[in-house]
């Protein structure tokens, strides 16, 4: 389910319809139960947490990586010669977008970012690439992607988190999600800690440091990424939960959980410092 909007809520407000609905399931995570685009898998067990996307539930995996971390162990240590082929690619970063104009106006963010590095946009918001653009054209040539979600609001993350991460790209994230309990440390950038130019300087910095840029990969000897969700969660309430209950106002459970905040247009214009409020940075006015 996408983040709250007026249309979706109010849908369920003018039909009366709530004393039908049993059970949430949506991206929040105070759902009964939670829909989600993507998830970890622990390659050290056959046995899965029926919220696989939470990294916290994989615990043992959670444990191995940080210690091979602390221990310094490198990508060409668990992957061999072939650790180049990730770490090596041509371009440094792409975007891929079907809406051009947000609420989380990540639009402004890459805009900013482009006058430091060069972006290779796709999709309707930059060049046409078909059905073969995330195998053939971005997961080949770039090393970095922009996971920038279109809606700026609790726990809301989707796809496009999940596409670079199983395509061996390093994620740069912007959204309101916790990304922390989402994906494994030092496997992403929170774009929410740099301005635009800052993470121009770090990913340049990467780029020509392999052996550094590897480190974001190393989660890749722990767990797998699986795009899309699953119903586990579904089919054992299914099965074990005997509990009579409705909710009472789906839109206001949904409001009340969204928590969606408006990102103001324009925030990088010459004497403006309104991106201050959504980016931890230091960088000088």
Not at 46 to 65: C, V
Not at 177 to 187: C, E, G, K, V
Not at 191 to 205: C, G, N, V
């Amino acid at each position: 389910m996408s983040g709250p909007g007026k249309r979706s809520l109010s849908i369920v407000r003018i039909h009366k319809m709530n004393h039908l609905v049993n059970w949430t399931m949506t991206y929040h995570s105070n759902s009964d139960i939670m829909a989600f685009y993507g998830y970890f898998r622990s390659l050290d067990s056959f046995e899965q947490p029926l919220r696989p996307n939470f990294i916290e539930n994989h615990p043992t995996a959670l444990s191995q990586y940080l210690r091979a971390m602390a221990e310094g162990i490198t990508l060409e240590d668990l992957m061999g010669a072939s650790w180049r082929s990730v770490v090596e690619k041509p371009q440094l970063v792409a975007w891929l977008s079907s809406h051009c104009g947000t609420l989380s106006k990540r639009e402004d963010y890459v805009q900013e970012l482009s006058n430091y590095v060069s972006v290779g946009k796709y999709g309707s918001c930059g060049q046409r690439c078909g059905r073969d653009c995330w195998p053939n054209i971005i997961g080949r040539n770039y090393t970095f992607y922009l996971s920038l979600e279109n809606s700026w609001c609790d726990d809301y993350v989707t796809e496009k988190l999940y596409m670079p991460l199983a395509l061996y790209m390093v994620p740069v994230v912007w959204g309101a999600a916790n990304y922390s309990r989402i994906l494994p440390p030092n496997s992403y950038i929170d774009a929410r800690e740099y301005h635009p130019k800052e993470l121009a300087q770090l990913m340049i910095r990467l780029r020509a440091d392999p052996v550094a840029l590897g480190r974001y990969h190393l989660w890749r000897g722990f767990w797998e990424v699986r795009v899309g969700g699953n119903f586990c969660e579904l089919c054992q309430r299914l099965h074990t939960d005997g509990e009579t209950k409705h909710q009472a106002d789906v839109p206001a459970w949904r409001g009340r959980n969204g928590r969606c905040q408006v990102v103001p247009r324009n925030m990088f214009a010459p004497g403006v410092t309104a991106w201050r409020k959504f980016i931890k940075s230091d960088l000088p006015e």
